[in-house]
């Protein structure tokens, strides 16, 4: 009788109908990589739970006449399909028996998925979708100490790099494999560590304790580079991770187990690499973004007030007047700039009572 932690290789025909870990897959092809489906209805449902809530959401909003960019659906929902292929696509069907796909499902659940993930704003789209107590609720929610705590970028910034070398440098790596419910809990870690890092760093919800962009940038600027000597340390080592899980397999095909070591390794570095670059020019975009936005608002501020200034002249039609309303006109209210408006408005107009300037206006 075998033991549970023994490996029983199967028939290349009958792999994907025995579901489960401790079965050696059939040597991957592209077909099997890109059209394989792994049967977990766990996953599955979740994803479909995500999708359809945010829908439903968006639904909202476009039968009361508001608008919700489609960009942001499309980036939530690729999110959604990234994090779906590293669950259940064919990746996964050999995430216990190469160390190169469970490199490659690594970087989609920790790196890949939280980026369209977090620029799909659901924080945002919940605020202005769920009725008044609800969302109430979750104003509580993300000003809570936890909430900030959890966003606070150094947070995030910390279990990344922290997983990164625990995982793979400790016992854990071999203890997940062998065990299928600490397996599905570091897939959920890192997916949800991964928004935690790119949640407060690209993300476009609201979240306490954001860092300014130049600080977001500096956090990008020390991160990638210890990703970068992680997966150089783990290319270089003559050590095999979890060698004696992988040396139970007797896996006939494929590269050495050193070998696919170092292609999972080399894999990890050149996807951290690029992803740090894709994220750096998103950054940089937000931020030039950004500064023409407060731009432009300061220049609607300075018009206002110039207007305001020009009605409370001593020969204006409007001086002896009390100051009306501004009618809002931007696009982007700005209430601090209405703010200070209002009062310049005022106290022109309080000036002119105290000089005794009620006369009508001269011509």
Known sequence: MTSPSTLVPVAPQDVFALPGQG???PPPTVGRMLLHLTPEPGPLLL???MAGLYLLGVRRLTDRGDAWNPWRTASWLAGLFVVGYALVGGIAAYDTALFSAHAVQHMLLGTVAPIPLALGAPITLALRALPRRSRGLLVAALHSRVARVMAFPLV????????????????LYESSLRH?????FLHIHFLVVGCLFYWPIIGLDPVPGRLPYWGRLILLFVTFPLHALWALAMFTTNEVFAADWYSSLDRSWGSSLLGDQQTGAGLMWAAGELVGATVFV????????ADGREAAREDRRLDRLERLAASAAPGSATADQEPQQIPETDPEPDPEADLVAREAAYNAWLARLAAGDTGPARR
């Open 156 to 171: 995030g910034f910390g279990l990344f790099i922290v997983s990164l070398y625990g995982l793979y440098f400790t016992s």
């Open 282 to 289: 998103a950054l940089f975009i937000q931020w030039s973004r």
């Open 47 to 49: 994803i479909a739970t």
């Open 180 to 184: 299928p419910v600490l397996h599905l």
């Open 23 to 25: 079965q050696l897959p």
